[in-house]
């Protein structure tokens, strides 16, 4: 009794320290195992539930126990033995991922390993394809009916990606494209709006394509819940007959246990011949985060980078949007030239465009005549108000590799032709002094370099640059190109 008492005075002020939303995503299934003179152990369902706690709130967890008892030294986790029985519903289980979202209360049922076999082809995000059509999908992230390929504004930062995009949507079961397919890109420039438009596009198709589309940590939620009910083997089997996989945000996923299971599930679909399609914020070769397995196999496909949407794309963007907008009341408009404005100076990526038209349609309804002046003040802050917008490291091997006609790729490989390894130095220079990353930061992020690599191709271009002009003019050009 005692024990359970320290239990709940902790757990109480773990919950008062961290919030009601958070303790319910990662402690609502934290339990008291036993208690030694020294030791405390709690135990939680997952391996994933374990590791997430060791690794973000072990601290203060241990700081908690040792406030109440002096005598406390050490804290550990443990993974319950799975108990038969009821299994939780699905509405129980998202209380252990405050990110996942559930499709619709049709999902809130047990799942057993038959089920699991018959739903695992249903399409995800509410259309199946040879599910009932009283029962809900078995996991996955919704698709917005948005999202499509029609709906998607082409220009020359995104025409390659869509292309490769289309090629897959269009070539249905058995037919395989660029696998796996990588897109990366900054925030807002469109990624998930053409992961979408693929699972949306296959879905439609005649072809009867059986898709999944979700998120890196919709993958992380399921398979954790999958291994606790020890459904995993049925979930893996499952996957096994789906034609497309779509994941988006890859950059998120987490985890070892869920990264080796993430590549086992990869290794099946590649080898199985069964197509991929995977975005994240950067490309793979820098998502220093995931297991060496899982990188090496996502840079065994097509990696290709989507820009920022250059004056033409976003003025068509608010076009479009305005023309959406028209559908619902004919009497919106906004003059060409505020729109042509607004293209020419957020630049940023199509969120801030999207942003300011939503501001500007709501500036309409009460200032009927708006004037560029008044424009420019209401918008001033998406402008980023005259600061210097911060540089990061792929922009600058972005428009080093582009200059010297070379790829990104070439950068940070193991290469050392000189056309390579000048351009590479330039941007290690140029990474060191335009951003605050250290040393052994940078190069890592150059195919993961010693830190004295980087030192010395800085103290070179620094050399060089006092005593070449021709090489001074170009990097101060280069600095130009990478501040636009």
């Known amino acids: 009794m005692r024990h359970n008492a320290l239990f709940e005075r902790v757990s109480a002020r773990l919950k008062a320290q961290v919030g009601p939303d958070v303790y319910a995503s990662w402690f609502g299934r934290l339990k008291l195992h036993s208690v030694s003179k020294s030791v405390v152990r709690l135990s939680v369902p997952t391996t994933f539930l374990k590791s997430w706690i060791n690794n973000r709130y072990l601290d203060l967890?241990?700081?908690l126990f040792q406030q109440e008892d002096a005598e406390i030294l050490k804290i550990e986790i443990l993974v319950r033995t799975a108990t038969r029985g009821a299994r939780p519903s699905l509405s129980d289980e998202a209380a252990q991922s405050p990110q996942v979202e559930v499709a619709s209360p049709s999902q809130n049922r047990r799942s057993t390993p038959q089920?699991?076999?018959?739903h695992a082809t249903a399409a995800i995000g509410g259309v199946q394809k040879t599910a009932p059509s009283?029962?809900?999908?078995?996991?996955?992230?919704?698709?917005d009916q948005r999202y499509t390929f029609d709906s998607f504004v082409e220009g020359s930062s995104n025409r390659v990606a869509l292309a490769a995009a289309k090629t897959i949507a269009e070539a249905g079961a058995g037919a395989v494209r660029f696998n796996p397919l990588f897109i990366h890109s900054s925030v807002g420039l469109g990624k998930t709006h053409l992961l979408q438009a693929v699972a949306n596009a296959a879905i439609q198709s005649p072809r009867n394509s059986r898709v999944v589309y979700l998120t890196?940590?919709?993958f992380m939620w399921r398979f954790a819940t999958a291994i606790r009910d020890n459904d995993a083997l049925s979930l893996k089997e499952a996957l096994r007959n789906i034609d497309l996989l779509v994941i988006d945000d890859m950059q998120f996923l987490q985890g070892k246990s869920i990264q080796h299971e993430f590549c086992h599930l990869l290794n099946m679909l590649l080898d199985s011949a069964k197509q991929v399609v995977v975005a994240a914020d950067r490309a793979p070769w820098e998502l220093e985060s995931l297991d060496p397995r899982v990188r090496s196999r996502l840079q065994g496909g097509v990696a290709i980078e989507m820009d920022g949407p250059d004056y033409e794309m976003r003025l068509e963007i608010l076009k479009q949007r305005l023309e959406t907008a028209r559908r619902e009341d004919a009497s919106l408009d906004i003059p060409a030239d505020i729109l042509s404005h607004v293209a020419r100076n957020i630049t940023a990526s199509g969120r801030e465009l999207e942003g300011a038209f939503n501001q500007l349609l709501?500036?309409?309804?009460?200032?009927?005549q708006l004037s560029i002046e008044r424009v420019d003040e209401l918008l001033g802050h998406l402008v980023n108000a005259g600061e210097p917008r911060r540089v990061r490291i792929e922009d600058i091997q972005r428009v080093v590799a582009k200059h010297y006609n070379?790829?990104?790729?070439?950068l940070v490989s193991n290469r050392r032709t000189r056309v390579i390894v000048k351009p590479r130095q330039i941007a290690m220079y140029l990474a060191k002094t335009l951003t605050p990353r250290s040393f052994p930061e940078i190069g890592r992020r150059f195919g993961g370099r010693d830190h004295t690599t980087v030192l010395h191709a800085v103290r070179k271009i620094e050399d060089l640059i006092s005593?070449?002009?021709?090489?001074?003019?170009e990097i101060e050009l280069l600095k130009r190109l990478i501040n636009e």
């Open 61 to 63: 967890i241990t700081s």
């Open 115 to 118: 089920s699991i076999a018959q």
């Open 134 to 143: 009283n029962s809900g999908p078995l996991f996955g992230s919704p698709l």
């Open 216 to 218: 890196a940590e919709y």
């Open 362 to 368: 709501f500036r309409r309804s009460f200032e009927p």
């Open 406 to 410: 070379v790829s990104r790729q070439e």
């Open 467 to 473: 005593g070449d002009t021709k090489l001074s003019h």
